[in-house]
C-alpha cells in the first residue's frame, strides 16, 4: 500500500507463492490527525475458480484507519480492529497464549517500513512503550495484567504433555517439567483459567499456565522443555547459546505483554 492525502492511494494485492499480482484497489484520500479514509474508486481483484482466474470488481466500499504512533512506528489500524489492537499490544484475547509470545518480534498491523510503503513486514521491530491513538479511540487501549510468583511448590516430570491453546491449536511436548506456582492476580485483575503471564524478570522464555484463577490469586504452573538430558534449558539470543534456566524463585515478574 501506497498513499498521499494528495495524490490517493494504491493497494497491490500479491499472492507471495505465485509472485503474482492477484488485484489493484486504488482511489482517494481524505486524512486527519483522527481518521484516513480511503475511498476506492477502482477494484479489480482476480479469483481462482476450478484451476481458472477470472476478474471481478467487488464492491468500493471506504476503508477506515486510526492513525497511531508508536515509538517511531507510525500504523494504520482499521478501525473496526482496534479491539484487536488494545488485545494485541497487552497480550490478551487472542493474542494470550505461549506461541504467541513468540510471534511478537514484529508489529502485526500496518506499519510504514523505511521505503515509505505501508504493510504488515518483518523488517519493522517491534515499537516499545505506550501507543498514542487519537482521543475517542484512547478507550480501545489495554493495560497488560501483571504480577509476581508468591509461592513455589512441587515440580513434576510429564512425558507427551499437551494443551490445547484458546484459539484451538495445541501445544505438546515431548518431555516437560511443570513446577508448580502461586501468582498474585487473579480473576479481579482479569485472569481466567488457561491463560498465560510470561515471566518478564529474568527474562529467559519462562511462561505461567494458569490453572485456576481465585480472585486475587491464581495456581499455575511454569512449563519448561526439557532436553536430552533432562536439563531445564534455554535458548540465549544473545549469547546464541543454551544455557541452564535459573532456579524458579520468589518475587519473579509475570506480566501478558509480550513486549
Excluded at 498521499?4 to 484520500?29: E, L, N, P
Excluded at 513468540?102 to 510504514?112: G, Q, W
Aim: proline share 5%; aromatic share 10%; charged share 20%.
Amino acid at each position: 500500500m501506497r498513499w498521499s492525502q494528495h495524490a490517493g492511494f494504491i493497494i497491490a494485492h500479491i499472492d507471495k507463492c505465485q509472485a503474482k499480482v492477484m488485484g489493484v484497489t486504488y482511489g482517494r484520500v481524505e486524512a486527519s490527525p483522527t481518521l484516513v479514509q480511503f475511498f476506492p474508486e477502482f477494484n479489480k481483484m482476480a479469483l481462482k475458480s476450478h484451476g481458472h482466474s477470472h476478474s471481478q470488481s467487488p464492491a468500493l466500499t471506504a476503508l477506515r484507519f486510526v492513525p497511531v504512533e508508536w515509538g517511531e512506528a507510525h500504523l494504520l489500524v482499521p478501525e473496526g480492529e482496534m479491539s484487536d489492537f488494545g488485545d494485541y499490544i497487552a497480550g490478551l484475547g487472542k493474542y494470550n497464549y505461549r506461541s504467541a509470545f513468540a510471534l511478537f518480534e514484529y508489529i502485526e498491523f500496518l506499519t510504514k517500513s523505511r521505503a515509505g510503503s505501508v504493510g504488515v513486514s518483518g523488517e519493522i521491530d517491534v515499537a516499545r512503550g505506550s501507543p498514542v491513538v487519537p482521543q475517542a479511540y484512547e478507550h480501545f487501549l489495554k493495560r497488560p495484567i501483571e504480577g509476581v510468583i508468591v509461592t513455589v511448590g512441587r515440580r513434576v516430570v510429564k512425558r507427551d504433555y499437551s494443551y490445547q491453546n484458546p484459539d484451538g491449536s495445541e501445544e505438546s511436548y515431548t518431555l516437560a517439567a511443570l513446577t508448580f506456582v502461586t501468582v498474585s492476580a487473579g480473576s479481579a485483575h482479569g485472569l481466567r483459567p488457561g491463560m498465560f503471564l510470561r515471566v518478564s524478570t529474568p527474562d529467559e522464555g519462562d511462561i505461567v499456565r494458569i490453572l485456576r484463577a481465585g480472585k486475587f490469586s491464581s495456581i499455575g504452573i511454569v512449563i519448561r522443555d526439557l532436553d536430552e538430558n533432562s536439563k531445564e534449558t534455554f535458548f540465549d539470543g544473545d549469547s546464541e547459546k543454551s544455557r541452564p534456566h535459573s532456579k524458579i524463585a520468589l518475587g519473579w515478574q509475570l506480566t501478558t505483554s509480550p513486549f
